[in-house]
């Protein structure tokens, strides 16, 4: 059974900095696609940043480019998103998913089958 262990969460000031970390468990092989999405009080969930199987591809949403960064570690396995200059509208619920089968657009919530229970991110002002 496969399990997405995030973490790395947290109350951080404005302008701070936080790194969100995805553990998949119950496959022996790296992911085709992890992505990262977000869900603040009263919205629905977002796209915030996706990588493909080998790290050559990334996609981020606009309003987080230039500030965060999604990548693969520990054998391909492990994601990380580098969250740097924080703003107070980037608290929200960051969820982790992961698809081992064909997506076709990273950027859609629909194409993970797989999704981690969330870690929050508070950014005060």
């Known amino acids: 059974q496969v399990q997405l262990a995030e973490s790395g969460g947290g109350l951080v000031q404005e302008g701070g900095s936080l790194r969100l970390s995805c553990v998949p468990s119950?496959?022996?092989?790296?992911?085709?696609?992890m992505g990262w999405f977000r869900q603040a009080a009263g919205k629905e969930r977002e796209f915030v940043a996706a990588i493909n199987w080998g790290g050559s591809s990334k996609w981020y949403a606009d309003s987080v480019k230039g500030r965060f960064a999604i990548y693969r570690d520990n054998g391909q396995s492990t994601v990380h998103l580098q969250m740097n200059s924080l703003k107070p509208e980037d608290t929200a619920v960051y969820f982790c998913?992961?698809?081992?089968?064909?997506?076709?657009?990273?950027?859609?919530?629909?194409?993970?089958?797989?999704w981690g229970h969330g870690t929050q991110v508070t950014v005060s002002s």
């Open positions: 119950g496959r022996t092989f790296s992911s085709i696609a």
């Open positions: 998913a992961a698809e081992w089968a064909v997506v076709e657009d990273p950027t859609v919530a629909g194409s993970y089958d797989y």
